[in-house]
């Protein structure tokens, strides 16, 4: 069980790897600066991309906590 656990570990953290990795874009300057009054909204992809990446670290989460108390 704890061997089927940690193999899920490692590819949900190689999934959040590459899901974080996806939402850097260019417009790294535009959208960091706190002070800006522009608002930004995601769309399509990206905000598909946003929402798989929160839930596969819910996921995570959960079999980080389930992995400590086996």
Do not use: C, H, P
């Not at 953290?13 to 522009?38: K, P, Y």
């Not at 991309?49 to 086996?70: G, K, M, N």
Request: net charge positive.
């Amino acid at each position: 069980m704890k061997n089927i656990l940690t193999i899920i570990q490692i590819v949900l953290s190689i999934t959040l790897a590459i899901l974080i990795f996806l939402q850097a874009n260019d417009e790294g300057d535009s959208r960091s600066n706190i002070m800006s009054s522009v608002s930004f909204q995601k769309r399509g992809w990206e905000k598909i991309i946003f929402y798989v990446t929160a839930i596969v670290l819910v996921l995570f989460l959960i079999s980080s906590i389930i992995q400590t108390t086996i």
